[in-house]
């Protein structure tokens, strides 16, 4: 009986080294998503903290300096200009996010349908195998039923 050989074998596996490879890339910029997110809920947070030390010291009613009042509008004003810049890094890490998963997501069902195709062809050639089985066990049959007529 002949061995299976599936001809796209090599293919499947260079497919499948494609799917690691793209996986890989998925994680990391999954992974890169996390980080710069977790950025922007830091400077959030920052600005949160800075605007509740403001009315903290607006509440006192203490007399606060120009110079102080300038230190704040300082602070606020670079601290949005970081949030905005950081909401655009994230947004850039989203996309590059989504075009790994799209990348991924492509080379799965090729991956698959790969798969599929060679399920398919292994479930012929054990039809055929059977097939070809049966029909020696057939003449087999005819051989031992010719002799026991003689």
Same mark, same amino acid.
């Given at each position: 009986?002949?061995?299976?050989?599936?001809?796209?074998?090599?293919?499947?596996?260079?497919?499948?080294?494609?799917?690691?490879?793209?996986?890989?890339?998925?994680? &990391?910029?999954?992974?890169?998503? +996390?980080?710069?997110?977790? $950025? /922007? %809920?830091?400077?959030?947070?920052?600005?949160?903290? !800075?605007?509740?030390?403001?009315?903290?010291?607006?509440?006192?009613?203490?007399?606060?300096?120009?110079?102080? @009042?300038?230190?704040?509008?300082?602070?606020?004003?670079?601290?949005?200009?970081?949030? +905005?810049?950081?909401?655009?890094?994230?947004?850039?890490?989203? $996309?590059?996010?989504?075009?790994? @998963?799209?990348? /991924?997501?492509?080379?799965?069902?090729?991956?698959?349908?790969?798969?599929? /195709?060679?399920?398919?062809?292994?479930? &012929?050639?054990?039809?055929?195998?059977?097939?070809?089985? %049966?029909?020696?066990?057939? &003449?087999? !049959?005819?051989?031992?039923?010719?002799?026991?007529?003689?």
């Amino acid at each position: 009986m002949k061995k299976f050989k599936f001809q796209l074998e090599t293919l499947l596996k260079v497919t499948r080294m494609k799917k690691e490879d793209a996986e890989v890339k998925f994680a &990391e910029a999954s992974r890169q998503l +996390e980080a710069q997110r977790a $950025h /922007l %809920q830091n400077l959030l947070e920052e600005m949160q903290q !800075g605007q509740r030390d403001y009315e903290s010291i607006s509440r006192e009613g203490q007399r606060v300096s120009v110079g102080r @009042l300038m230190t704040f509008n300082s602070f606020f004003a670079w601290k949005r200009e970081q949030i +905005e810049q950081q909401q655009k890094v994230v947004l850039e890490t989203k $996309h590059e996010y989504q075009k790994r @998963l799209k990348a /991924l997501m492509e080379v799965m069902s090729y991956l698959k349908s790969i798969e599929q /195709l060679k399920e398919k062809r292994l479930q &012929e050639y054990k039809e055929q195998m059977l097939f070809e089985e %049966q029909k020696m066990l057939d &003449e087999i !049959g005819l051989q031992v039923a010719m002799r026991a007529k003689k």
